[in-house]
């Protein structure tokens, strides 16, 4: 049963760099597509894209211009890295496993808080 | 793309009966028969509900179930009990988009 946990910083500096982490174990990366979600406290849910480890990508157009996803295979890891924060990029980041067809995600990670402030 | 247009709020009675409902467009609810519906307890992840409209995972009571009309799907709760208390989240597949999420529905047990 595939499981995911996500890490990151907690907080990063206005303009700078958010890079976050997504952990699996109980299966391997290269076997589905993974998905980014946030939701800024007490908002509600966005979506922010998928990876295949193939190569097949998709990014919200809204985040297109700042945003990266990759995948480490040899770490059975999904990885996200989104440039030029700011106080809007605050948010809960949950990474998800998405069955691309059903268009569903299933099982999501606990989540991590990131907080852009200086 | 807008996101899915929820209600905010949502309650009823225990035993009861509740449907919470997701509205787009002919352009993702109306054209594809891929919308999802997710549970989310507070300070938890959302857990997926219902898939494909009206599928549900294993695991997930029956008392849970989906449909959709046109541009609207919908998330029905039969026989309300406490513990359904939480927010509701409708997706849809959106072609370039991918994946739009609704606001959010906050259903209350009264």
């Known amino acids: 049963q595939v499981q995911l946990q996500e890490s990151g910083p907690g907080r990063v500096n206005p303009s700078e760099t958010l890079s976050l982490t997504c952990s699996v174990s109980?299966?391997?990366?290269?076997?589905?597509?993974w998905s980014w979600i946030r939701q800024p406290p007490g908002k509600g849910l966005e979506w922010i894209g998928y990876?295949?480890?193939?190569?097949?990508?998709n990014y919200n157009p809204s985040l297109n211009s700042r945003l990266t996803l990759s995948v480490d295979t040899s770490k059975n890891q999904v990885s996200l890295r989104l440039t030029s924060v700011s106080a809007a990029d605050t948010a809960f980041y949950y990474c998800?496993?998405?069955?691309?067809?059903?268009?569903?995600?299933?099982?999501w990670g606990p989540g991590t808080l990131v907080t852009v402030s200086s | 793309q807008s996101a899915l247009t929820q209600p905010p709020s949502a309650s009823g009675s225990p035993g009861q009966s509740v449907t919470i409902s997701c509205t787009g467009t002919t352009s993702d609810v109306g054209r594809y028969n891929y919308v999802s519906w997710y549970q989310q307890k507070p300070g938890e992840a959302p857990k997926l509900l219902i898939y494909e409209v009206s599928k549900r995972p294993s695991g997930v009571p029956d008392r849970f179930s989906g449909s959709k009309s046109g541009n609207t799907a919908s998330l029905t709760v039969s026989g309300l009990q406490a513990g359904d208390e939480a927010d509701y989240y409708c997706t849809s597949y959106a072609g370039i988009t991918n994946l739009l999420f609704g606001g959010g529905t906050k259903l209350t047990v009264l």
């Open positions: 990876i295949h480890y193939g190569g097949d990508t």
């Open positions: 998800a496993r998405h069955d691309v067809w059903g268009s569903w995600l299933d099982p």
């Open positions: 109980g299966g391997s990366v290269t076997k589905y597509y």
